[in-house]
Structure formats: structure tokens, C-alpha cells
């Protein structure tokens, strides 16, 4: 595996914002904490703060998100290591500030917690100021608002930074469970004989909220459920579950079956696709009047692939629906003939895989009914079960970032994949159907799944679905 030097400081664009506040503070406070961090920590915004002032708001963030358990000496540690610029970022001498404050390091890793329109600013700045030479980047998501965008994004900030010094962060890549995904089917030999058109009949992936868009009426309506949640997220554990071994011990391995997938996803079209809103969005603060956004999607996928061919993949996302959860279901094929003759469930036989709220791994199995008569039912094996007690993805992303660790993060020629499996989809091209708050949204999602259904649906209950 590649060796390269760890970053010498953090840099993070948007220190007093609500990112920062929630997930950036609490992941350096772990870094400090696991990790032994100990590098400048230089926070930059407009805001006409103060380095106490910033402080302060640090210290509020770990009391509210960084656990309970936090020991006085591990939050003055990370304090003392923090500094601050607060500089408008189209202003130069903002930039030249910062590298003042950088002193001798020469490979900082520079977080952009910024909306996408300052990127480019940001990276300009930092390469005229002399800030990018030897420094990495790190930017949130969305990656553009299509493909096109996505590519100018690319363009422009290969300009200041290589690509292999460009992170593209998809927190949803640093989730444990996430992760575990691979290697359960890596690390199994078992699975992998299974894993291919023979003996898998179908998959599902649901990411269910049971909330709505709350405060985010406003980004929302300019998003919608596909490019927010479908694009990244779902095509990311997509990629995980049926990508190929990465094969050699280069760190791009991974990525690099993850792009061969992606490419070998056939571009959606509308036939293949529901949209929904649910009842009431239309009058959250920053939704548009008549908005045909939506709120919840179900897709049919095919991927053109001699592991995968003809094996119909079914993403479903939504909010307002009657449960907060994400789980994969893998439905194996039913055996050649029922050799006892009974009338067996087609989606009977099946693997689930739990990444939120709780975590677990389950085989569902049918085994035989006490009695004479040679009769069974589907039961469930949990294989694996634990609370969410795990380390935050930010932490992981933000260490791995430092130690020029990518494998978790986006690959321009990955997010490109990505846009082209949905760009046909994107915009106004199908109804938006009404579902009421509670439900598993608009019926028209049945008729989707047909005969590969029913939609198995997640509940709150650890290790049931």
C-alpha cells in the first residue's frame, strides 16, 4: 500500500457553521482523543469572531454532540491546538493571514464545510496565497448539481490540487456498518459462490426516514430525495454490495471496483422510476408553491455485468415514512424444485443486512415445522448484533484524510459514474405522486417491485424487519 507523510495542520473553511457545530469539532475532539492528534487546528470564516469566541462555540459543540463522557484534559487539549482567520473568502488577504498562521507546515489538509458556489474561491485562494502546494483538500458534498457541473467542479479544482490530493466526502462511506458490508463478503468464503445471478434473485436497499425536511425547506426544493440521498449514499452501498474482490494492496484498489461497477450500472430511465411527496411538504418555510420536488423515490436498477445480469436491484428513499432505518435485503433464488411439495414463498431465503439505527447481519432460512407432516417456515438467523456504539464517520473520514488514506472517499471518475446512472431521471420527467406521513409511500411504489416484491420493510424493533 502506498506510504505518504500525514498532514502538519487542519485548516477548516466554515468554522462557525452549523457542519462544524454538529460534526467537525466532535471528530477533532476524537482525533485528539484516539489519536493523539496534535497539529494546528486553524479555523476561517467571516464572522467577526474572536479565537475565544470560537473556542467557546467548540466547547458547546462537544458538550451537545460529542458524548457525555469527554474528559476536561481531552477538550483543553484540542482547544490549545485551535487557532482562527476570520477574513472574507474572496478577500486575498484572508489567504495570506492563514498562511502566516500555518507557519512551517507544509501539508495541511484543508476542510471546505462551504457551499459549493465558494469551492472554487476557496482552492484559488488557497493556491495564490502558496497554502495548496503540498496541502490536500477536502469538500462536501453535493459534487455539482448534475453531471455537467459535476465535471466543471472537477475542472476547476484540478486546477489547484491533483486529484489524488482532492477528497470527496460521502459520510455515509465512513459509517461502520457500511464498511462492514464488504467485509463480511470478502472475509466469508461462503458468500462468495452465492453472490452472482445464479443464486440471487433480486435486492432491495431502503433508507427510510420518518421525519421530515424540517429547517431545510429551502436547500430541499432545490435537491429533492435523488440527488440528495439516491445519487451518493445509495449508489455508494450499491457499489459495496455487488462490486467485484479489489485485487493487490494499492489504496486505490477498492475505488477501483467500485468505478468498474458503477460504469456497469445501466442508466435509469423513467419506466424504472416513482416519485412522491408527501402530504404537507408543500407548506414547510422555503418549499415553492406547486413543487414537484419529491421526497421519496423507488428505482428498479439492472447492472450489465456477467455477475449481476438480469438480476433487478430496487432502491427505495423517503421521508415522513413510518420507521427511521436502512437495510439491504439479498433474496436468494428458490432451489430448482420444492421437493416437499409445498406452496413456498417466492422472496422465502434471504440475507439482511441492518446499517441503521441498530446494526445486524441475518440469514433468513426455512426449516421444518415440529410434527409428521414434511411442512416448514421462514425463520431468521441473526449472525451478528451490537448497539451503534462506533466510532463517528467524520473521525474516520477526517483521520484518513489526513494520513492520505482515499479509499473512502469519492474518485472524480467515480461521482461522473455516479451522475450518469441518474442524469435521465433528474428534473420534472415523471409524476410526483401524493403519500400520506406514516406510510410506506405512494402505492405506485408496489406496482414497480411487481413480482420481485413485496418491498420488505424495515421496523424499529433491533434485528426485525
Same mark, same amino acid.
Given at each position: 500500500m502506498t506510504v505518504t507523510s500525514p498532514s502538519?495542520? =487542519?485548516?477548516?473553511?466554515?468554522?462557525?457553521?452549523? $457542519?462544524?457545530?454538529?460534526? !467537525?469539532?466532535?471528530?477533532?475532539?476524537?482525533?485528539?482523543?484516539?489519536?493523539? %492528534?496534535?497539529?494546528? =487546528?486553524?479555523?476561517? *470564516?467571516?464572522?467577526?469572531?474572536?479565537?475565544? +469566541?470560537?473556542?467557546?462555540?467548540?466547547?458547546?459543540?462537544?458538550?451537545?454532540?460529542?458524548?457525555?463522557?469527554?474528559?476536561?484534559? &481531552?477538550? +483543553?487539549?484540542? %482547544?490549545?491546538?485551535?487557532r482562527y482567520v476570520d477574513g472574507d473568502y474572496g478577500d486575498e488577504s484572508t489567504f495570506v493571514e492563514l498562511r502566516a498562521r500555518l507557519g512551517p507546515a507544509q501539508r495541511p489538509l484543508h476542510y471546505l464545510a462551504v457551499p459549493p458556489s465558494l469551492f472554487g474561491t476557496v482552492a484559488k485562494g488557497l493556491a495564490n496565497s502558496g497554502s495548496a502546494a503540498g496541502g490536500r483538500l477536502v469538500i462536501e458534498k453535493p459534487f455539482g448539481h448534475d453531471r455537467a457541473t459535476a465535471r466543471a467542479l472537477g475542472r476547476l479544482l484540478s486546477q489547484y490540487f491533483p486529484e489524488e490530493n482532492i477528497f470527496r466526502i460521502d459520510h455515509y462511506l465512513g459509517k461502520e456498518p457500511? +464498511?462492514? !458490508?464488504?467485509?463480511?463478503?470478502?472475509?466469508?468464503? /461462503?458468500?462468495?459462490?452465492?453472490?452472482?445471478?445464479?443464486? =440471487?434473485s433480486s435486492i432491495q436497499i431502503t433508507m427510510a426516514e420518518d421525519f421530515g425536511?424540517?429547517?431545510?425547506?429551502?436547500?430541499?426544493?432545490?435537491?429533492?430525495? !435523488?440527488?440528495?440521498?439516491? +445519487?451518493?449514499? /445509495? $449508489?455508494?452501498?450499491?457499489?459495496? %454490495?455487488?462490486?467485484?474482490?479489489?485485487?493487490?494492496?494499492?489504496?486505490?484498489?477498492?475505488?477501483?471496483?467500485?468505478? *468498474?461497477?458503477?460504469?456497469? &450500472?445501466?442508466?435509469?430511465?423513467?419506466?424504472?422510476?416513482?416519485?412522491?411527496?408527501?402530504?404537507?411538504?408543500?407548506? &414547510?418555510?422555503? &418549499?415553492?408553491?406547486?413543487?414537484? =420536488?419529491?421526497?421519496?423515490v423507488a428505482l428498479k436498477l439492472y447492472i450489465d455485468s456477467w455477475r449481476w445480469a438480469h438480476v433487478p436491484i430496487y432502491i427505495r428513499v423517503g421521508k415522513m415514512l413510518p420507521v427511521t432505518a436502512t437495510e439491504v435485503m439479498v433474496h436468494f433464488r428458490r432451489p430448482p424444485r420444492e421437493t416437499f411439495e409445498e406452496l413456498v414463498p417466492a422472496s422465502s431465503g434471504h440475507m439482511r443486512m441492518r446499517i441503521s439505527p441498530d446494526v445486524s447481519i441475518a440469514m433468513g432460512v426455512r426449516v421444518k415445522l415440529p410434527g409428521e407432516r414434511m411442512v416448514g417456515e421462514d425463520v431468521e438467523m441473526i449472525l451478528t448484533e451490537y448497539a451503534p456504539n462506533l466510532r463517528p464517520p467524520y473521525q474516520r473520514l477526517l483521520g484518513d484524510a489526513m494520513r492520505g488514506v482515499s479509499e473512502l472517499f469519492g474518485r472524480d471518475d467515480i461521482v461522473d459514474a455516479q451522475w450518469r446512472i441518474v442524469e435521465a431521471i433528474l428534473g420534472n420527467v415523471t409524476p410526483v405522486y401524493p403519500y400520506a406521513p406514516g406510510t410506506w409511500g405512494p402505492s405506485e411504489a408496489e406496482a414497480l417491485i411487481g413480482g420481485d416484491g413485496p418491498w420488505r420493510n424495515p421496523n424499529n424493533v433491533t434485528g426485525a424487519s
Amino acid at each position: 500500500m502506498t506510504v505518504t507523510s500525514p498532514s502538519d495542520a =487542519i485548516v477548516f473553511f466554515g468554522a462557525t457553521g452549523d $457542519l462544524a457545530h454538529k460534526q !467537525i469539532f466532535p471528530a477533532l475532539l476524537g482525533l485528539v482523543r484516539d489519536e493523539g %492528534l496534535n497539529v494546528p =487546528i486553524i479555523g476561517v *470564516a467571516k464572522a467577526g469572531w474572536t479565537l475565544d +469566541q470560537l473556542k467557546a462555540r467548540a466547547r458547546d459543540s462537544v458538550e451537545q454532540h460529542g458524548g457525555k463522557d469527554t474528559k476536561p484534559e &481531552v477538550l +483543553q487539549r484540542m %482547544l490549545d491546538l485551535l487557532r482562527y482567520v476570520d477574513g472574507d473568502y474572496g478577500d486575498e488577504s484572508t489567504f495570506v493571514e492563514l498562511r502566516a498562521r500555518l507557519g512551517p507546515a507544509q501539508r495541511p489538509l484543508h476542510y471546505l464545510a462551504v457551499p459549493p458556489s465558494l469551492f472554487g474561491t476557496v482552492a484559488k485562494g488557497l493556491a495564490n496565497s502558496g497554502s495548496a502546494a503540498g496541502g490536500r483538500l477536502v469538500i462536501e458534498k453535493p459534487f455539482g448539481h448534475d453531471r455537467a457541473t459535476a465535471r466543471a467542479l472537477g475542472r476547476l479544482l484540478s486546477q489547484y490540487f491533483p486529484e489524488e490530493n482532492i477528497f470527496r466526502i460521502d459520510h455515509y462511506l465512513g459509517k461502520e456498518p457500511v +464498511q462492514n !458490508i464488504v467485509y463480511t463478503r470478502f472475509a466469508n468464503s /461462503m458468500f462468495e459462490p452465492l453472490w452472482n445471478r445464479e443464486y =440471487i434473485s433480486s435486492i432491495q436497499i431502503t433508507m427510510a426516514e420518518d421525519f421530515g425536511v424540517q429547517d431545510r425547506g429551502a436547500f430541499y426544493d432545490e435537491t429533492g430525495a !435523488i440527488r440528495d440521498v439516491v +445519487q451518493n449514499h /445509495m $449508489l455508494q452501498v450499491l457499489a459495496q %454490495l455487488t462490486m467485484d474482490p479489489p485485487t493487490g494492496e494499492e489504496s486505490e484498489a477498492v475505488r477501483d471496483q467500485k468505478s *468498474a461497477l458503477l460504469k456497469a &450500472v445501466r442508466p435509469l430511465d423513467s419506466s424504472h422510476v416513482v416519485r412522491g411527496q408527501y402530504v404537507g411538504y408543500q407548506s &414547510v418555510p422555503g &418549499v415553492r408553491a406547486g413543487s414537484n =420536488i419529491e421526497t421519496f423515490v423507488a428505482l428498479k436498477l439492472y447492472i450489465d455485468s456477467w455477475r449481476w445480469a438480469h438480476v433487478p436491484i430496487y432502491i427505495r428513499v423517503g421521508k415522513m415514512l413510518p420507521v427511521t432505518a436502512t437495510e439491504v435485503m439479498v433474496h436468494f433464488r428458490r432451489p430448482p424444485r420444492e421437493t416437499f411439495e409445498e406452496l413456498v414463498p417466492a422472496s422465502s431465503g434471504h440475507m439482511r443486512m441492518r446499517i441503521s439505527p441498530d446494526v445486524s447481519i441475518a440469514m433468513g432460512v426455512r426449516v421444518k415445522l415440529p410434527g409428521e407432516r414434511m411442512v416448514g417456515e421462514d425463520v431468521e438467523m441473526i449472525l451478528t448484533e451490537y448497539a451503534p456504539n462506533l466510532r463517528p464517520p467524520y473521525q474516520r473520514l477526517l483521520g484518513d484524510a489526513m494520513r492520505g488514506v482515499s479509499e473512502l472517499f469519492g474518485r472524480d471518475d467515480i461521482v461522473d459514474a455516479q451522475w450518469r446512472i441518474v442524469e435521465a431521471i433528474l428534473g420534472n420527467v415523471t409524476p410526483v405522486y401524493p403519500y400520506a406521513p406514516g406510510t410506506w409511500g405512494p402505492s405506485e411504489a408496489e406496482a414497480l417491485i411487481g413480482g420481485d416484491g413485496p418491498w420488505r420493510n424495515p421496523n424499529n424493533v433491533t434485528g426485525a424487519s
